[in-house]
Nanobody
Framework: QVQVVESGGGLVQPGGSLRLSCAASGFTFRLYGMRWYRQPPGKEREWVATITSGGENTNYVDSVKGRFTVSRHNAENTVYLQMNNLKPEDTAVYYC??????????WGKGTLVTVSA
C-alpha cells in the first residue's frame, strides 16, 4: 500500500517557522522525486516545491522562494518542508506527493498550517 503521511502543521504567528514532514511507505522512496502542494481555504490546490530523488535539485513556486526549503532523508523515507518567515497567505493544508505518473495519484490527508496573530 503506497502511502504518504504529512505532519508538523499547526498555528504560527506571522514571521514564524514550521517544519513539515512527509513519511512515505509502500514504494522505493529513494527512486522518486517528491513534491509539496498546498490548498488555502476556499482556493485551488497549488504546487509549492519539488525535490529530486537524491535531493540534488529543488525548485519552488515564486511566492515561497527564499523562505521555504524542501529536503529529504531517504534512509528514513521522509521528505521535509522547512518554512520560514511565514505569512498569512501561507495558511493552507499542505500535502506531499510523488513526482511522476506512477504514484502521482497518492495523497495523504495533509497537515494544516495556520499563520495568524
Amino acid at each position: 500500500q503506497v502511502q504518504v503521511v504529512e505532519s508538523g502543521g499547526g498555528l504560527v504567528q506571522p514571521g514564524g517557522s514550521l517544519r513539515l514532514s512527509c513519511a512515505a511507505s509502500g514504494f522505493t522512496f529513494r527512486l522518486y522525486g517528491m513534491r509539496w502542494y498546498r490548498q488555502p481555504p476556499g482556493k485551488e490546490r497549488e504546487w509549492v516545491a519539488t525535490i529530486t530523488s537524491g535531493g540534488e535539485n529543488t525548485n519552488y513556486v515564486d511566492s515561497v522562494k527564499g523562505r521555504f526549503t524542501v529536503s529529504r532523508h531517504n534512509a528514513e523515507n521522509t521528505v521535509y518542508l522547512q518554512m520560514n518567515n511565514l505569512k498569512p497567505e501561507d495558511t493552507a493544508v499542505y500535502y506531499c506527493n510523488v513526482l511522476g505518473p506512477t504514484y502521482a495519484g497518492v495523497w495523504g490527508k495533509g497537515t494544516l498550517v495556520t499563520v495568524s496573530a
